[in-house]
């Protein structure tokens, strides 16, 4: 349960002013460039002040499997709140700002308080606060602005795989109608391991258009770990409190 509650929480770490999503071509539209596809992507941004998402959430590893609920709460750009309860019970906390990452479990008693470096190293891929809102909200994980991307079209999708000197490989699939993320993708092949996110379908909440869930598949060598994220309740726009106290007799943990 340790390992579960950690690695589910480390799963949730890994529109333009209009209020609908772009249209633009039924189909992948071969004659795009990159550059406009990436365009495209970013005319989708969200515009809101706070989130709440009431979600189920399926944890399975190759020892367990777990169900539980989620609440998650965003103020944007500002902080996030995760809350993990099993029988209505809260059994974990992940209080997610620009600055730090922290987070406490009940099982062990025992919590973590520290920057994005050690988040990062073990996920194998660099975090931050921006990335870790952009996968709640299906946008793509990193700016896809600041990047060097080979362009195909699979599926009926935009393709984009990043052209770079880093062990990692980083893919982003594109619907072909709306520019919005269906699939992305972190690969090290030398370390045998990828970590891809799947929005399975999107709908119209409050006139935005957000992912209905988040399916992410994490692989390292033999082992795959999946987390899949329905989101069963959205609202916009509340008045939300993100409480969050470490009770004293709990014991800080430290990831290297």
Same mark, same amino acid.
């Given at each position: 349960?340790?390992?579960?509650?950690?690695?589910?929480?480390?799963?949730?770490?890994?529109?333009?002013?209009?209020?609908?999503?772009?249209?633009?071509?039924?189909?992948?539209?071969?004659?795009?460039?990159?550059?406009?596809?990436?365009?495209?992507?970013?005319?989708?941004?969200?515009?809101?002040?706070?989130?709440?998402?009431?979600?189920?959430?399926?944890?399975?590893?190759?020892?367990?499997?777990?169900?539980?609920?989620?609440?998650?709460?965003?103020?944007?750009?500002?902080?996030?709140?995760?809350?993990?309860?099993?029988?209505?019970?809260?059994?974990?906390? %992940?209080?997610?700002?620009? +600055? !730090?990452?922290?987070?406490?479990?009940?099982? #062990? /008693?025992?919590? @973590?308080?520290?920057?994005? =470096?050690?988040?990062?190293?073990?996920?194998?891929?660099?975090?931050?606060?921006?990335?870790?809102?952009?996968?709640?909200?299906?946008?793509?994980?990193?700016?896809?602005?600041?990047?060097?991307?080979?362009?195909?079209?699979?599926?009926?999708?935009?393709?984009?795989?990043?052209?770079?000197?880093?062990?990692?490989?980083?893919?982003?699939?594109?619907?072909?109608?709306?520019?919005?993320?269906?699939?992305?993708?972190?690969?090290?092949?030398?370390?045998?391991?990828?970590?891809?996110?799947?929005?399975?379908?999107?709908?119209?909440?409050?006139?935005?258009?957000?992912?209905?869930?988040?399916?992410?598949? %994490?692989?390292?060598?033999? +082992? !795959?770990?999946?987390?899949?994220?329905?989101? #069963? /309740?959205?609202? @916009?726009?509340?008045?939300? =409190?993100?409480?969050?106290?470490?009770?004293?007799?709990?014991?800080?943990?430290?990831?290297?």
């Amino acid at each position: 349960m340790k390992k579960y509650i950690g690695l589910l929480l480390f799963g949730f770490l890994v529109s333009c002013s209009a209020k609908k999503a772009v249209i633009a071509e039924t189909t992948a539209n071969d004659k795009l460039s990159a550059d406009k596809i990436i365009e495209n992507h970013y005319k989708n941004k969200l515009n809101f002040n706070t989130l709440y998402i009431k979600s189920s959430v399926n944890y399975r590893d190759p020892s367990q499997s777990q169900n539980v609920t989620a609440e998650i709460k965003i103020k944007k750009d500002e902080i996030i709140l995760v809350s993990i309860r099993i029988l209505g019970i809260t059994m974990a906390k %992940a209080l997610i700002t620009p +600055e !730090k990452v922290q987070y406490y479990e009940k099982l #062990n /008693s025992s919590y @973590f308080d520290g920057n994005y =470096s050690a988040l990062s190293k073990l996920l194998g891929t660099e975090l931050d606060f921006q990335k870790v809102q952009n996968l709640l909200l299906g946008q793509a994980f990193d700016n896809l602005k600041t990047g060097k991307y080979n362009l195909s079209l699979e599926d009926n999708r935009y393709k984009l795989e990043s052209v770079s000197n880093t062990d990692s490989i980083k893919t982003f699939y594109l619907s072909g109608n709306n520019y919005l993320i269906n699939k992305e993708e972190i690969s090290q092949p030398a370390l045998e391991r990828m970590l891809q996110v799947i929005y399975p379908d999107r709908k119209s909440a409050e006139e935005f258009y957000l992912p209905t869930g988040i399916a992410i598949e %994490a692989n390292q060598k033999s +082992e !795959k770990t999946t987390i899949n994220i329905n989101y #069963n /309740s959205i609202s @916009f726009n509340e008045e939300l =409190s993100f409480p969050y106290s470490v009770p004293n007799s709990y014991e800080r943990i430290f990831i290297n």
